[in-house]
């Protein structure tokens, strides 16, 4: 008799899990006449393919069980979330890594920055009215920010190109990167749904991650209203730096 198959998906949270199951009618075929370590491996890994359609590959994922039970289910753990229900990031996680170019062109990998206080703040597009507020803003304020020793990153579902004419146009003194495929964007969760007009379509939502020196998320704006966003930063920053002192 073929059984069902399902799916556990649970990312360890300082709340605690979030887990729901998905029964396998979700995913057709099953894996009933298995009867070898080789052939559940191949089967899990179809299974595994057919998931991924809706889900990012790069996500880890594994499981567990001996035949017997993998015949009724297969349990696969996934992080950070599932497309259009993203698990967001915590204070504590590990920032995902990631190498984008900056207004000419250059790479910068986050990784390179280990060791130094990153402010990244994500917002929806250059030149547009509610990004430019929020970019002048940190531009007003740079020097007081670049005075607790940290570094401050924009970064948007920009081309270099646009980054560049943004940065001039409004004389921004600090790195605009380019996120024009939004893959770090949903590696840091802030790629949402929105409803535009009318229309529901993924875009970013307005977000700002403070980055320690040890890569981990230190402290997170969400949902950031433009207007004093930079004071806001600026005072946390030197808020951190007087309880570190």
């Known amino acids: 008799m073929a059984l069902p198959l399902g799916v556990i998906l649970s990312r360890p949270r300082a709340r605690g899990p979030r887990s729901f199951f998905v029964r396998r009618s979700l995913f057709r ?9 080789a052939a559940l491996r191949a089967a899990i890994d179809a299974i595994v393919a057919t998931i991924a359609i809706a889900i990012k590959p790069r996500y880890r994922i594994f499981w567990t069980g001996g035949i017997a039970a993998a015949r009724s289910l297969v349990f696969v753990t996934l992080g950070p979330g599932l497309v259009g229900d993203k698990i967001p990031m915590n204070i504590h996680d590990k920032a995902p890594e990631f190498t984008l170019q900056d207004e000419n062109g250059k790479e910068i990998s986050l990784k390179n920055l280990r060791g130094k206080t990153v402010v990244l703040y ?19 304020t740079y020097k007081k920010i670049q005075k607790t020793g940290v570094v401050l990153m924009g970064i948007s ?38 409803n535009m007009y009318g229309k529901k379509v993924m875009g970013i939502v307005r977000t700002t991650f403070i980055i320690g020196p040890d890569g981990k998320i230190q402290h997170i704006f969400p949902k950031v209203k433009v ?15 007087r309880i570190a002192s």
């Open 157 to 194: 579902p920009d081309t270099p190109k646009s980054q560049k004419k943004f940065q001039e146009k409004f004389s921004l003194p600090f790195t605009l990167l380019a996120d024009a495929d939004k893959k770090v964007a949903d590696a840091f969760g802030v790629l949402k749904e929105k």
């Open 227 to 241: 207007e004093g966003h930079a004071e806001e930063v600026l005072a946390y920053l030197k808020e951190s730096a």
């Open 122 to 140: 994500f917002y929806p597009r250059a030149d547009t009215p509610g990004c430019t507020i929020e970019a002048q803003e940190f531009r007003d």
């Open 29 to 37: 075929g099953t894996i009933s006449g298995v009867d070898s370590c």
